[in-house]
Protein backbone atom coordinates (compact mmCIF):
# COMPACT_ATOMS: atom_id res chain seq x y z
CA UNK A 1 0.00 0.00 0.00
CA UNK A 2 1.01 3.70 -0.82
CA UNK A 3 1.81 5.34 1.91
CA UNK A 4 3.60 7.94 3.90
CA UNK A 5 4.73 6.57 7.97
CA UNK A 6 5.52 8.49 10.38
CA UNK A 7 6.77 7.86 13.76
CA UNK A 8 5.87 8.54 16.47
CA UNK A 9 2.19 9.04 16.65
CA UNK A 10 2.92 11.04 20.26
CA UNK A 11 5.78 12.05 22.06
CA UNK A 12 6.31 14.01 24.95
CA UNK A 13 9.52 15.41 25.66
CA UNK A 14 11.53 17.96 28.21
CA UNK A 15 13.39 20.90 26.78
CA UNK A 16 16.66 20.44 25.11
CA UNK A 17 16.49 16.84 25.02
CA UNK A 18 17.27 15.67 21.24
CA UNK A 19 14.94 14.04 19.59
CA UNK A 20 14.18 13.26 15.96
CA UNK A 21 10.68 12.35 14.04
CA UNK A 22 10.96 9.82 11.31
CA UNK A 23 9.09 9.94 8.13
CA UNK A 24 9.31 7.05 5.14
CA UNK A 25 7.83 6.50 1.94
CA UNK A 26 7.50 3.81 -0.09
CA UNK A 27 6.39 5.40 -3.46
CA UNK A 28 9.81 6.20 -4.99
CA UNK A 29 8.73 10.17 -4.32
CA UNK A 30 11.01 12.72 -5.10
CA UNK A 31 9.89 15.66 -3.23
CA UNK A 32 9.42 15.51 0.67
CA UNK A 33 8.42 18.22 2.90
CA UNK A 34 7.48 18.58 6.79
CA UNK A 35 4.76 21.16 8.50
CA UNK A 36 3.83 21.99 11.45
CA UNK A 37 0.27 22.99 12.11
CA UNK A 38 -1.07 25.03 15.08
CA UNK A 39 -4.58 26.29 16.06
CA UNK A 40 -5.50 29.43 13.82
CA UNK A 41 -2.26 29.37 11.86
CA UNK A 42 -3.14 26.82 9.17
CA UNK A 43 -0.23 24.31 7.82
CA UNK A 44 3.02 26.14 7.43
CA UNK A 45 6.01 24.42 5.97
CA UNK A 46 9.29 23.77 8.10
CA UNK A 47 11.84 22.55 5.30
CA UNK A 48 11.47 20.70 2.25
CA UNK A 49 14.17 18.09 -0.19
CA UNK A 50 13.42 17.86 -4.06
CA UNK A 51 15.76 14.85 -4.07
CA UNK A 52 18.42 12.98 -1.97
CA UNK A 53 20.87 15.15 -0.63
CA UNK A 54 18.90 18.67 -1.64
CA UNK A 55 16.85 20.28 1.23
CA UNK A 56 15.78 24.13 1.79
CA UNK A 57 14.21 26.01 4.35
CA UNK A 58 10.08 26.41 4.38
CA UNK A 59 9.15 29.27 6.18
CA UNK A 60 9.32 28.06 9.58
CA UNK A 61 12.52 26.52 9.68
CA UNK A 62 14.36 28.23 13.14
CA UNK A 63 14.93 25.42 15.58
CA UNK A 64 14.64 22.21 13.24
CA UNK A 65 17.65 20.08 11.09
CA UNK A 66 16.54 17.77 8.33
CA UNK A 67 18.17 15.41 6.07
CA UNK A 68 17.73 13.67 2.89
CA UNK A 69 20.29 10.67 2.87
CA UNK A 70 18.38 8.26 1.25
CA UNK A 71 15.20 8.83 -1.24
CA UNK A 72 12.32 7.35 1.32
CA UNK A 73 13.51 8.44 4.35
CA UNK A 74 12.94 12.60 5.22
CA UNK A 75 13.51 12.82 9.08
CA UNK A 76 12.97 16.02 11.37
CA UNK A 77 15.42 16.77 13.83
CA UNK A 78 15.09 18.92 17.03
CA UNK A 79 18.37 19.48 18.76
CA UNK A 80 17.23 21.41 21.68
CA UNK A 81 13.19 21.65 21.54
CA UNK A 82 11.66 24.38 23.00
CA UNK A 83 8.17 24.78 24.78
CA UNK A 84 7.55 26.89 21.33
CA UNK A 85 7.90 23.97 19.16
CA UNK A 86 4.70 21.97 20.91
CA UNK A 87 2.71 21.35 17.50
CA UNK A 88 1.31 18.89 15.04
CA UNK A 89 3.59 17.76 12.67
CA UNK A 90 3.08 16.32 9.29
CA UNK A 91 5.15 14.89 6.48
CA UNK A 92 4.23 14.62 2.72
CA UNK A 93 5.85 13.51 -0.12
CA UNK A 94 4.93 13.61 -3.66
CA UNK A 95 6.27 12.62 -6.87
CA UNK A 96 7.32 15.76 -7.92
CA UNK A 97 7.60 19.08 -7.08
CA UNK A 98 3.43 20.58 -6.32
CA UNK A 99 2.26 17.65 -7.56
CA UNK A 100 -0.11 16.12 -5.59
CA UNK A 101 1.02 15.57 -1.71
CA UNK A 102 0.45 12.34 -0.19
CA UNK A 103 0.62 13.41 3.82
CA UNK A 104 1.66 11.21 7.12
CA UNK A 105 -1.11 10.24 9.94
CA UNK A 106 0.37 13.27 11.97
CA UNK A 107 3.14 13.28 14.98
CA UNK A 108 1.17 15.56 17.91
CA UNK A 109 4.58 16.45 19.76
CA UNK A 110 4.70 18.30 23.48
CA UNK A 111 7.63 20.20 24.77
CA UNK A 112 7.85 20.50 28.26
CA UNK B 1 1.88 34.62 3.46
CA UNK B 2 -0.58 32.41 1.54
CA UNK B 3 -1.06 32.99 -2.16
CA UNK B 4 -4.68 31.97 -1.80
CA UNK B 5 -7.58 33.68 0.03
CA UNK B 6 -10.68 31.52 1.13
CA UNK B 7 -13.50 32.60 3.71
CA UNK B 8 -12.62 31.07 6.78
CA UNK B 9 -16.08 29.51 7.14
CA UNK B 10 -18.86 28.14 5.40
CA UNK B 11 -22.67 25.65 6.15
CA UNK B 12 -23.81 23.98 4.01
CA UNK B 13 -27.16 21.83 4.20
CA UNK B 14 -26.80 17.38 3.70
CA UNK B 15 -27.60 16.72 0.48
CA UNK B 16 -26.99 19.92 -0.82
CA UNK B 17 -23.71 21.05 -3.04
CA UNK B 18 -21.15 22.64 -1.50
CA UNK B 19 -19.24 25.59 -3.16
CA UNK B 20 -16.11 26.81 -2.09
CA UNK B 21 -14.50 29.64 -3.54
CA UNK B 22 -10.75 30.47 -3.65
CA UNK B 23 -9.09 33.62 -5.09
CA UNK B 24 -5.77 33.19 -6.36
CA UNK B 25 -5.41 36.15 -8.02
CA UNK B 26 -1.32 36.28 -8.70
CA UNK B 27 -1.20 32.52 -10.21
CA UNK B 28 1.33 32.36 -13.20
CA UNK B 29 0.38 30.75 -15.71
CA UNK B 30 1.95 27.34 -15.15
CA UNK B 31 0.71 27.04 -11.94
CA UNK B 32 -1.86 24.71 -11.16
CA UNK B 33 -4.53 25.10 -8.43
CA UNK B 34 -5.21 22.04 -5.90
CA UNK B 35 -7.51 21.61 -3.06
CA UNK B 36 -6.84 19.40 0.23
CA UNK B 37 -8.94 18.60 2.68
CA UNK B 38 -8.28 17.64 6.37
CA UNK B 39 -10.38 15.85 8.60
CA UNK B 40 -10.10 16.67 12.64
CA UNK B 41 -6.65 16.42 13.13
CA UNK B 42 -5.45 13.79 10.41
CA UNK B 43 -3.51 14.54 7.53
CA UNK B 44 -4.50 16.35 4.50
CA UNK B 45 -6.23 14.44 1.92
CA UNK B 46 -5.75 15.69 -2.18
CA UNK B 47 -9.01 16.36 -4.00
CA UNK B 48 -8.26 17.70 -6.68
CA UNK B 49 -6.60 19.68 -8.87
CA UNK B 50 -6.59 21.94 -12.19
CA UNK B 51 -4.73 24.46 -14.31
CA UNK B 52 -7.18 26.23 -16.99
CA UNK B 53 -10.14 24.06 -17.69
CA UNK B 54 -12.96 22.43 -15.07
CA UNK B 55 -11.99 18.91 -13.79
CA UNK B 56 -14.31 16.51 -12.17
CA UNK B 57 -13.59 13.18 -10.10
CA UNK B 58 -15.52 10.71 -8.10
CA UNK B 59 -14.85 12.96 -5.35
CA UNK B 60 -15.28 16.96 -6.56
CA UNK B 61 -15.62 19.18 -9.35
CA UNK B 62 -13.31 22.04 -10.06
CA UNK B 63 -14.21 25.47 -12.16
CA UNK B 64 -11.48 27.77 -13.17
CA UNK B 65 -12.50 31.03 -14.22
CA UNK B 66 -11.12 32.02 -17.57
CA UNK B 67 -8.88 34.77 -16.02
CA UNK B 68 -7.76 31.80 -13.51
CA UNK B 69 -7.90 34.26 -10.48
CA UNK B 70 -10.31 32.31 -8.15
CA UNK B 71 -11.58 28.74 -8.46
CA UNK B 72 -14.84 27.10 -6.98
CA UNK B 73 -14.08 23.81 -5.64
CA UNK B 74 -18.17 21.82 -6.13
CA UNK B 75 -18.92 18.88 -3.36
CA UNK B 76 -21.70 18.24 -5.16
CA UNK B 77 -23.65 16.64 -2.36
CA UNK B 78 -22.44 17.02 0.37
CA UNK B 79 -22.39 14.57 3.70
CA UNK B 80 -21.65 14.88 7.18
CA UNK B 81 -18.42 13.05 6.11
CA UNK B 82 -17.45 16.42 4.32
CA UNK B 83 -17.09 18.25 7.32
CA UNK B 84 -13.88 19.39 7.22
CA UNK B 85 -10.85 22.05 6.67
CA UNK B 86 -10.25 23.03 3.09
CA UNK B 87 -6.95 24.03 1.32
CA UNK B 88 -6.51 25.44 -1.64
CA UNK B 89 -3.05 25.89 -2.96
CA UNK B 90 -1.13 27.20 -5.96
CA UNK B 91 2.68 26.42 -6.37
CA UNK B 92 4.58 29.23 -5.35
CA UNK B 93 7.52 30.64 -4.84
CA UNK B 94 9.79 28.00 -6.36
CA UNK B 95 9.25 24.73 -4.69
CA UNK B 96 7.37 26.08 -1.91
CA UNK B 97 3.94 25.16 -0.83
CA UNK B 98 1.89 27.60 1.34
CA UNK B 99 -1.67 26.22 2.53
CA UNK B 100 -3.08 29.27 4.47
CA UNK B 101 -5.77 28.39 7.05
CA UNK B 102 -8.24 27.12 4.37
CA UNK B 103 -12.14 26.99 4.85
CA UNK B 104 -13.71 25.69 7.27
CA UNK B 105 -16.60 23.70 5.87
CA UNK B 106 -19.88 22.71 8.04
CA UNK B 107 -22.22 19.93 7.04
CA UNK B 108 -25.34 20.62 9.01
CA UNK B 109 -28.42 17.72 8.93
Known amino acids: EAQVTQNPRYLITVTGKKLTVTCSQNMNHEYMSWYRQDPGLGLRQIYY???????DKGDVPEGYKVSRKEKRNFPLILESPSPNQTSLYFC???????????FGSGTQLSVL | DAKTTQPPSMDCAEGRAANLPCNHSTISGNEYVYWYRQIHSQGPQYIIH???NNETNEMASLIITEDRKSSTLILPHATLRDTAVYYCIVRVRGDKIIFGKGTRLHILP
Open chain 2, 50 to 52: GLK
Open chain 1, 49 to 55: SMNVEVT
Open chain 1, 92 to 102: ASSFRTAEKLF
